[in-house]
């Protein structure tokens, strides 16, 4: 027997939704966060549908099962979107050093382990008995682990959305709406959790319908601001690439993203992050350029390379986010100017002799 609430098969539809917002991004796939975007989308999907399912069907068996998969996903939910922010907003440390990663998964992990043993350990409900509650939804008494993942949805979601907001700063104005888009595709999830936790809307987990909106949300922010194309952060599948060194300072002149051949040339490090220029860069006359009305610059480096420098300003005329240094060598082309004019040189030497005679 099914019993079609409203609120439930809001959600049933939703979960469809999600799918079909998985495979309209899929060409996007080449795009470095579309994996994490994917984990993300997949464990939200089985979370909102064996939740909204779970509260349609009457066979017990099944309700278990949903009841198991939707309370399994529900902390990855909230892990993976975290993650999926710190690719987004390209804070590679946490992908660099994997630890972290499986920090952020950790508990998920364990609320993995509590259901699967839950009906000899009952670590994550106390009690294994399941009964059809206020609108046909099985119960559980809370045990260890779903209280401690409960907790974790709201300090990730709360984590995610302070780093969304503190890299704000950074952002032109079309950056700035993906923020606040995907801020609100958060509160959405939280506030649904919130609901469900107080018991305002009995009898229904009226956080699957919440994530549904979430969604919803995601989409007109990957639709419209093409979020899967435009990386807030430069990214690195070019700028990693290049043998021109490329550093990118805020309107406070601190450093916060730099390019592997910029690290060479320059000897900076993670650690050389968030510092001002003139505590970075020892060279005042690149100091005192990049403090300068000019934009280009050429110099010769005490290894006896040449380098030019071009500085670009970033942002509107009213609203400047910060500037953007990049550095190239150009030893080869001066050595040819050089040699060029030598030959040149030579060239009007034997004319002038040959003048003479």
């Known amino acids: 027997m099914l019993f079609f609430k409203p609120i439930a098969t809001i959600s049933l539809i939703g979960s469809f939704f999600i799918l079909a917002f998985i495979l309209y ?28 399912l779970e509260a349609i069907v009457d066979y017990m068996p099944l309700k278990v099962l949903l009841f198991y998969i939707g309370s399994a996903s529900y902390p990855f939910v909230y892990g993976f979107w975290l993650i999926f922010v710190f690719k987004y907003l390209n804070i590679n440390a946490i992908f660099k050093n994997k630890i972290y990663i499986v920090l952020i998964l950790l508990i998920p992990i364990l609320g993995l382990f509590g259901v699967l043993t839950n009906d000899w350990l009952h670590l994550f409900y106390s009690t294994s008995p399941i009964y059809a509650g206020l609108g046909n939804q099985c119960y559980f008494e809370t045990g260890f682990l779903d209280t401690l993942c409960v907790l974790y949805g709201f300090i990730v979601g709360f984590i995610g959305i302070a780093v969304l907001i ?15 888009y995907l801020i609100f595709s958060q509160l959405l999830l939280i506030g649904g959790g919130l609901i469900l936790q107080f018991n305002i809307y009995p009898g229904f987990d009226i956080e699957c319908f919440a994530t549904t909106f979430a969604m919803a949300s995601l989409f007109i922010t990957f639709t419209h601001y093409g979020i899967f194309t435009a990386v807030p952060i430069a990214h690195q599948l070019f700028i990693d690439n290049v043998d021109i060194g490329m550093l990118f300072f ?12 910029a690290s ?20 005042q006359e690149i100091i005192d350029f990049y403090f300068s009305d000019d934009i280009l610059l050429e110099y010769q480096h005490t290894n006896n390379h040449w380098y030019e420098i071009s500085k670009t300003i970033v942002g509107e005329e009213n609203d400047i986010l910060g500037d953007i240094l990049t550095i190239n060598d150009i030893t080869k082309i001066k050595d040819a100017e050089n040699e060029a004019l030598e030959s040149l040189k030579i060239v009007e030497e034997e004319k002038d002799k040959v003048i003479k005679r």
Do not use: E
């Open 264 to 283: 060479k040339l320059l000897g900076l490090s993670d650690n050389s992050k968030l510092k001002k220029i003139n505590n970075i860069i020892s060279n």
């Open 166 to 180: 503190s890299h704000r700063k950074y952002f032109t104005k079309d950056n700035r709406n993906q923020i606040y």
């Open 25 to 52: 991004a899929f060409k996007n796939r080449k795009s470095s966060i579309f994996k994490y975007f994917l984990i993300f989308s997949l464990f939200t999907f089985a979370y909102v549908f064996c939740g909204a």
């Open 250 to 261: 805020n309107k406070t002149h601190c450093l916060i993203d730099f390019n592997p051949s």
